[in-house]
Nanobody, 120 residues
Framework: QVQLVESGGGLVQAGGSLILSCAASGRIFSTNFMGWYRQAPGKQRELVAGITSGGSTNYADSVKGRSTISRGNAKNTVYLQMNSLKPEDTAVYYC??????????????WGQGTQVTVSS
């Protein structure tokens, strides 16, 4: 069984920064992609940033230039640093990973979500 555990959400003032963390655990053979999605009330879930096992990254236009996604040394962790936060960044942030697990093959896994609220 594979689990993703997120941390780092909370309340922050506009213009502030925060770092979201996500750690995958379980019988993991390889982690092929890790990323962060977000969903605001009444809106569809959207990709915020993603990073492949080779280190290639992509960002939503709305966060490009003020966010950085990175993977930890353990390779099963991913971080999202967000700067210059805006009220429109308020959402539940979800970690996603495409993982090859022993005996299970490739699957997409989701974390439970962490709330980020940016006050104006």
């Amino acid at each position: 069984q594979v689990q993703l555990v997120e941390s780092g959400g909370g309340l922050v003032q506009a213009g502030g920064s925060l770092i979201l963390s996500c750690a995958a655990s379980g019988r993991i053979f390889s982690t092929n992609f890790m990323g962060w999605y977000r969903q605001a009330p009444g809106k569809q879930r959207e990709l915020v940033a993603g990073i492949t096992s080779g280190g290639s990254t992509n960002y939503a236009d709305s966060v490009k230039g003020r966010s950085t996604i990175s993977r930890g040394n353990a390779k099963n962790t991913v971080y999202l640093q967000m700067n210059s936060l805006k009220p429109e960044d308020t959402a539940v942030y979800y970690c996603n990973a495409v993982i090859s697990a022993y005996g299970l093959g490739d699957h997409s896994y989701w974390g439970q979500g962490t709330q980020v609220t940016v006050s104006s």
